[in-house]
């Protein structure tokens, strides 16, 4: 039998902050939180107000990180990428690709697949290939096609289920065709990379029908709010404030101005908000050279993006170099969000949005003991998953 743990902290859970919190852990699973002045079980730890207990991240749009990538590194390449991720505190991640040859899709699905299933992955994110040419960011603009549901159905099939979500555009066509088959196999759409005017996408989030609904990094890849063209910017914030919609937003500080990722928070506030990292294979790396499936990207001074571009001009951002620790942390001491409403937006909100919170997503009895130990800074000194500590310095948070 596993010997249970109790952890004490600075608990942060359901959008609260304990501060003399206990986290009692039996096996795999919680067993008990709350204030340490109620816990009747065995002898706590003393009390450590520098150090905080946070939920398992989980990060809904990942490409990759530690030198490899979902969309082009072999098995063992993304068992380094996962693990670096989870030893960074995002203990629940979604392998996103980018848009590819069908062909090269469905080779890369087979891969991830089995990480599915075997429970490292949470699940497979497609970024394409239905978007808008127009914005495509760092998608290769050659893979990009209209939208196609006889390919989408066999593109899940292959996955075996293991496909949980697609960005697309709410203009590809046969968009409502597209959005029938994600319906029936369970895939959560999420509207981006797209050139739509705010009626369009409004129709295009209209058209999900109060279903599950997101849209890919906010801002990004799509046309700028203008009082007079409010583009769709303002139809997903308006989405989100009815509470139809949630927003990602890559709140790295190169993405996005803080001050606009503190907008989004007063607007919508942290239930309607999943905090990503859009990372790829420079995340925790080094300046340098790397690959986003098809595309070469350079990292100067922690900012990624498109290695060559005509005339000299730098290239778009591609993608993000921050794990979603570091994402909270900017967050917290940047945008001057609470900690509680930045960890809820990158614990809870994702969780649900993938219809996974009764599992993970929050320090609650009977989810996944997923545990993050920060210092007060929120730099990570321990993690645990399902039970099992996974880097080493707890030692003043458990008996």
């Not at 895939?187 to 739509?196: E, N, R, Y």
């Not at 607007?267 to 999943?274: E, M, N, Y």
């Not at 790829?280 to 350079?298: C, I, K």
């Not at 994402?327 to 614990?347: F, I, K, T």
Request: negative net charge.
């Amino acid at each position: 039998m596993t010997e249970a743990q109790v952890l004490r902290g600075v608990v942060v859970h359901g959008g609260l902050q304990l501060d003399d919190g206990v986290v009692a852990v039996a096996g795999d699973r919680i067993s008990w939180v709350g204030p340490a002045h109620e816990w009747r079980g065995a002898p706590a730890p003393p009390p450590a107000p520098n150090r905080f207990l946070l939920p398992g991240l989980v990060d809904v749009h990942c490409h990759g990180g530690a030198g490899h990538g979902f969309p082009e590194a072999d098995v063992a390449g993304l068992r380094v990428t996962i693990e670096h991720h989870y030893r960074h505190g995002t203990t629940t991640v979604l392998g996103s690709l980018v848009s590819a040859l069908p062909g090269v899709l469905e080779q890369r699905i087979r891969v991830l697949a089995p990480l599915v299933e075997a429970g490292e992955l949470a699940g497979i994110h497609l970024e394409g290939p239905f978007l808008a040419t127009a914005q495509c960011g760092a998608q290769d603009p050659r893979a990009i096609i209209p939208g196609d549901p006889a390919l989408l159905d066999r593109l899940i099939d292959v996955g075996g289920g293991r496909i949980s979500s697609m960005t697309l555009a709410p203009e590809t066509p046969r968009y409502r065709e597209l959005l029938r088959v994600m319906a029936r196999h369970g895939v959560l759409p999420s509207l981006g990379h797209t050139d739509a005017t705010a009626a369009v996408a409004n129709a295009g989030i209209n058209q999900v029908g109060g279903g599950r609904l997101s849209a890919t990094h906010l801002f990004n890849a799509m046309p700028s709010m203008l009082h007079r063209a409010p583009g769709p910017v303002a139809a997903c914030l308006g989405a989100a404030a009815r509470g139809e919609m949630v927003l990602e937003l890559v709140a790295d500080g190169v993405h996005l101005a803080d001050e606009t990722v503190a907008m989004v928070f007063d607007l919508v506030g942290p239930g309607q908000i999943a905090l990503i990292t859009d990372a790829m294979a420079a995340a925790g790396m080094p300046d340098g050279r790397y690959p986003l499936g098809p595309q070469q990207v350079e990292v100067v001074h922690g900012i990624a993006r498109l290695a060559e571009q005509p005339g000299g001009m730098p290239g778009v951002i591609a993608g993000g170099t921050a794990r979603l620790i570091d994402v909270v942390r900017r967050v917290v001491q940047h945008a001057g969000v609470p900690l509680a409403a930045a960890v809820a937006a990158a614990s809870g909100t994702p969780a649900r949005l993938l219809g996974i919170d009764h599992e993970v997503g929050d320090l609650a009895v009977g989810r996944r003991a997923d545990v993050v130990l920060t210092d007060t800074e929120l730099t990570p000194l321990d993690v645990m998953r399902g039970g099992r500590w996974l880097v080493g310095g707890r030692d003043l948070l458990t008996v």
